[in-house]
């Protein structure tokens, strides 16, 4: 099972709106809802933002949202802040019953 | 409040084995899955297993399959990962997960153990 493919880095200036794209296949992204993202600071444990595509935990902030198109998900952080430097990493369920992350996005806030 | 805990990590030579534990509290163990995912000095994370609420269903990464093994026992509220035929590439940090239902996302981490694999 391949990761899904990520940008290796995103950038954005305080209170601009960033995009990360996720690229799966029919047999991933593309087949089921079961798409989550994370946020990963240096040294943390990793940190569940987005669920099943588009649904957000209790406590994230409403500047994170998610989406899914085909076989590419996506993660919007709107209002960009400092505390959002990190990286990112989605992650799909599979038809064969596993999970498989993303390669993981560096986000930097300029 | 809900809180997983790894331990067993530690430094073993290629070849060997190495079992890590993980024990839960502060939710209904035995209504959630448990995964195993790690992630290599300064690299992503790699899923590793996981197993079914009831341990009935247990499934694993290409990279491990038939050297890893996933169990559970809900009366310790623990879940172990038996590592074996251990190589280089199986050095990282180990974190256990939980996801509440089928699907879901994994909503709370342990801090991880870390498994280093050299001579």
């Known amino acids: 099972q391949s990761a899904l493919t990520q940008p290796a880095s995103v950038s954005g200036s305080p209170g601009q709106s960033i995009t990360i794209s996720c690229t799966g296949t029919?047999?991933?992204?593309?087949?089921?809802?079961?798409v989550s993202w994370y946020q990963q600071h240096p040294g943390k444990t990793p940190k569940l933002m987005i669920y099943?595509?588009?649904n957000r935990p209790s406590g994230v902030s409403n500047r994170f949202s998610g989406s899914k198109s085909g076989n590419t998900a996506s993660l919007t952080i709107s209002g960009l802040q400092a505390e959002d430097e990190a990286v990112y990493y989605c992650?799909?369920?599979?038809?064969?019953?596993?999970?498989?992350f993303g390669t993981g996005t560096d986000v930097t806030v300029l | 409040q809900v809180y997983l805990a790894e331990s067993g990590g530690g430094v073993v030579q290629p070849g060997r084995s190495l079992r890590l534990s993980c024990a839960a509290s502060g939710f209904s163990f035995d209504s959630s899955g448990i995964h195993w995912v790690r992630q290599a000095p300064g690299k992503g994370l790699e899923w590793v297993a996981v197993?079914?609420?009831?341990?009935?269903?247990?499934?694993?990464a290409d990279s491990v399959k038939g050297r890893f093994s996933i169990s559970r026992d809900n009366s310790k509220n623990t879940v172990q990962l038996q590592m074996s035929s251990l190589r280089g590439a199986d050095t990282a940090v180990y974190y256990c997960a939980r996801a509440p239902y089928f699907g879901s996302g994994f909503d709370y981490w342990g801090q991880g153990a870390l498994v280093t694999v050299s001579s």
């Open positions: 992650s799909s369920y599979t038809d064969r019953n596993t999970r498989v």
């Open positions: 099943e595509v588009t």
């Open positions: 197993i079914s609420y009831d341990g009935s269903n247990k499934n694993y």
């Open positions: 029919s047999g991933d992204i593309g087949a089921f809802t079961y």
